[in-house]
């Protein structure tokens, strides 16, 4: 996996370096600051990754979402962590058929 080959993969605009310059996180995705973490079994997140990745959204105007990649090769999930409270603004919008 690759930050860009991700970013492609959801059709998000990829940040020159990794979030390092002007435009935190690793890309946007419609409204959302992604930072892509893989890793082969695991991942922790804690208040220190979901402050950094809240920090970086909040700078690019935007919500915050980690998308993790859990496997290698063929056997890949892939997990979105975001607040709750987007997620039930996405399903309300749903049902009123805003989305």
């Given at each position: 996996?690759?930050?860009?080959?991700?970013?492609?993969?959801?059709?998000?605009?990829?940040?020159?370096?990794?979030?390092?310059?002007?435009?935190?996180?690793?890309?946007?995705?419609?409204?959302?600051?992604?930072?892509?973490?893989?890793?082969?079994?695991?991942?922790?997140?804690?208040?220190?990754?979901?402050?950094?990745?809240?920090?970086d959204a909040i700078?690019?105007?935007?919500?915050?979402?980690?998308?993790?990649i859990l496997g290698?090769?063929?056997?890949?999930?892939?997990?979105?962590?975001?607040?709750?409270?987007?997620?039930?603004?996405?399903?309300?919008?749903?049902?009123?058929?805003?989305?």
């Amino acid at each position: 996996m690759s930050e860009k080959s991700e970013s492609k993969r959801i059709n998000a605009r990829q940040h020159k370096n990794s979030g390092r310059g002007i435009k935190k996180g690793d890309a946007t995705w419609e409204n959302f600051t992604v930072d892509f973490k893989e890793s082969k079994k695991s991942f922790t997140i804690n208040h220190d990754v979901w402050a950094k990745a809240t920090t970086d959204a909040i700078k690019n105007n935007n919500d915050p979402a980690i998308v993790t990649i859990l496997g290698e090769g063929n056997k890949k999930i892939r997990l979105a962590i975001l607040e709750f409270s987007v997620l039930e603004e996405l399903i309300k919008s749903n049902s009123r058929g805003m989305v």
